[in-house]
């Protein structure tokens, strides 16, 4: 079985500052992980995605993610916040089984202060 | 390139009534999903088409839940009866086929109101 914790429901970061999101998860197989986006009255966006090629991943509008199997994390980052950044993010972990089926975490909401 | 519609965006009904939401994927998707997202949560899976044929629904509360997607194109599911605790977003999504290397696609979402 597999599952995602992500380890803070909110950060709140000044404009211009990095921005570090933390997820760990649980998979008995090597999974695919993801990170997606969710801006208010929108649909849920594809950020990045690790499927075992390299483990740093890069992503759209500046976002990265590392995939650390020994610490069983995959965390994002960006280096400089702006104030669009400001969403609600969802890890996601999807096992190698053929159904394609997607496992979320509860979400982190990003505030982003002027 | 179109994304996936869903209608409506909103729905408020009462608890015992049916309520039924439409998605329509992306041309050229075989694959479409129904999601769950209930406040303060992540979205969870209810059922996975492939094409007209259901892949998984394990997830789905059949007593009162029912989806059917009969042209292989668009999907409803239907809510009947509601419950309170089946207020949520609903969301669709699709992809071009089943496996993790075929990105999903998402709608807006239906935000339902059971009161």
């Known amino acids: 079985a597999q599952s995602v914790t992500q380890l803070d429901s909110h950060v709140s970061v000044s404009e211009g500052t990095p921005v570090l999101l933390r997820c760990n998860y649980s998979?008995?197989?090597?999974?695919?992980l993801f990170w997606y986006v969710q801006h208010p009255n929108k649909g849920l966006q594809l950020l990045l995605k690790?499927?075992?090629?390299?483990?740093l991943v890069k992503g759209i509008n500046g976002f990265e993610a590392e995939f650390k199997k020994s610490e069983t994390s995959f965390h994002l980052t960006k280096p400089s916040a702006h104030m669009s950044d400001a969403a609600e993010y969802f890890c996601v972990v999807s096992e190698p089984t053929g159904a394609n089926n997607l496992f979320f975490g509860t979400g982190t909401r990003l505030t982003v202060i002027p | 390139e179109a994304g996936v519609a869903q209608s409506p965006r909103y729905k408020i009904i009462e608890k015992r009534q049916s309520v039924a939401f439409w998605c329509n994927p992306i041309?050229?998707?075989?694959?479409l999903y129904w999601y769950q997202q209930i406040l303060g949560q992540g979205p969870k899976l209810l059922i996975q088409f492939q094409n007209n044929g259901v892949v998984d629904d394990s997830q789905l509360p059949k007593d009162r839940f029912s989806a059917e997607r009969l042209k292989g194109v668009d999907s409803t599911l239907k809510i009947q009866p509601a419950k309170l605790e089946d207020s949520a977003v609903y969301l669709c999504?699709?992809?071009?086929?089943?496996?993790?290397?075929?990105?999903?696609?998402f709608g807006p979402g239906t935000r339902l109101t059971v009161l």
């Open positions: 690790y499927t075992s090629a390299a483990t």
């Open positions: 999504a699709s992809s071009l086929g089943v496996g993790t290397y075929n990105e999903q696609f």
């Open positions: 041309s050229g998707h075989a694959t």
């Open positions: 998979s008995s197989y090597s999974p695919s």
